[in-house]
């Protein structure tokens, strides 16, 4: 297959609600898409960087430019034989910028399953027709706002609730929400705002039985996170730390965590994910697909990776009506009775994009030519 064209396109979507993490909120999402033809065949896919970068150093800004100068340049003309290629090949082109990287290296995998008739769950390795969906709740100032809030996602189906904490924000929620839900599974997510400081404190949520404990400490702190580990019973697991198979390699031998979420769009892609499973599952640690508030688009992608084998946890792939009021994607993902979202068995994605939706909410659309 041949990289015949990249055109780049910026929509406009607003939250059904504002999602809170410990750095800061988003209320709407400015979303990149990366649509790319490979000689007849169009893939697509979603960077998941955000407008500020206060989940990684990456923005939809740096990603537009890593992309338009230096990442579409270079793939433009070029020919692979299959879409694990891409990304060792952008690797080559510039360090890090892993989300850049992944909406070109995710549309290469969607384009190349949809031009073999193939849906992108089964081109990935997928076996799951269906899989668990849990909810992630942003940080609420009302205590019993958030309780509400919770009472409806689990009698939506939800099979865990996973909920955002801060520093200074969480034990008396914990309690609160336990009070209310003693069984409910639950996990917490920290997004990296705790310290060494933190250690006995986060040890001490061990009583609340929480299914795992996210990203406590920084990205780069996986001693931190070993050392935590080490005193915990409940299991720590790795978000923003893991940005590359071989970063995740170090975390499995420094013990930093017993669990990993894997994110197709913060690692590079789908070649990327695989790997990062694998080495997951040979060192017998169960990973989960998380999100980014994706689109359809970006949805479709992470549903069909968590069809893999070892993806053993409820993942980040909530229904589309959880983040949209309506989705560029038909049809929209939905929760069956089960708290399960179907794989979709068309090819590629296996969901269609809604263009005339897409079209009234697109700010900006760009198409890169190769160098004359
Ligand atoms: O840390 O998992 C995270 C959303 C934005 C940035 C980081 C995270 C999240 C979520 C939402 O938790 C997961 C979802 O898309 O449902
Ligand atoms: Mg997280």
């Known amino acids: 297959m041949r990289i015949d064209r990249i055109r780049l396109r910026a929509i406009e979507l607003r939250l059904r609600e504002p999602f809170r993490i410990s750095s800061g909120v988003t209320h709407q999402r400015t979303i990149l898409l990366a649509d790319i033809d490979l000689g007849g065949v169009t893939g697509i896919a979603e960077c998941v960087a955000g407008e500020a970068p206060n989940y990684s150093y990456e923005t939809i800004d740096t990603a537009r430019i890593v992309i338009e100068r230096h990442l579409a ?12 290629e891409v990304g060792p090949f952008l690797d080559q082109v510039a360090r890090g910028h892993r989300m850049a990287k992944a909406a070109l290296e995710m549309a290469v995998w969607e384009g190349w399953a949809r031009g073999r008739g193939v849906s992108l769950a089964e081109a990935l390795g997928g076996k799951k027709s269906a899989v668990p969906a849990g909810v992630s709740i942003g940080i609420h100032p009302d205590t019993d706002a958030l309780l509400e809030r919770i009472g409806r996602f689990v009698d939506t189906g939800y099979r865990r609730i996973k909920l955002k904490i801060s520093r200074g924000h969480d034990i008396r929620i914990l309690e609160a929400v336990r009070a209310r839900y003693p069984r409910v599974p639950l996990t917490v997510d920290a997004n990296a705002d705790y310290g060494q400081e933190d250690l006995d404190h986060l040890a001490g949520l061990d009583r609340f039985g929480l299914v795992l404990v996210e990203q406590p400490f920084p990205e780069d702190a996986l001693l931190l996170h070993a050392r935590l580990q080490e005193r915990m019973e409940t299991d720590v697991c790795l978000d923003e ?13 420094l013990g930093a965590g017993r669990v990993v979420n894997i994110k197709p769009g913060r690692v590079g892609g789908h070649g990327p994910s695989l790997e990062i499973h694998d080495i997951c599952a040979g060192a017998g640690l169960p990973v989960w697909c998380g999100g980014m508030l994706e689109s359809g ?13 070892n993806m053993r946890l409820p993942n980040d ?8 009021e309506r989705d560029v994607v038909v049809p929209p993902f939905q929760l069956d009775d089960q708290g399960m979202v179907a794989v979709p068995t068309g090819p590629g994605m296996g969901v269609e994009v809604d263009e005339d939706y897409l079209r009234a909410i697109q700010v900006d659309s760009t198409e890169i030519s ?3």
Do not use: K, M, Q
């Open 370 to 372: 190769p160098a004359a």
């Open 317 to 324: 792939t909530s229904a589309s009506d959880r983040y949209w």
């Open 297 to 309: 688009i970006g949805r479709a992608h992470n549903v069909a990776l968590a069809s893999l084998p």
């Open 73 to 84: 340049p270079a793939l433009l003309g070029r020919t692979f034989e299959h879409p694990g």
């Open 241 to 253: 730390s893991i940005t590359s198979p071989d970063r995740c390699r170090e975390a499995v031998e």
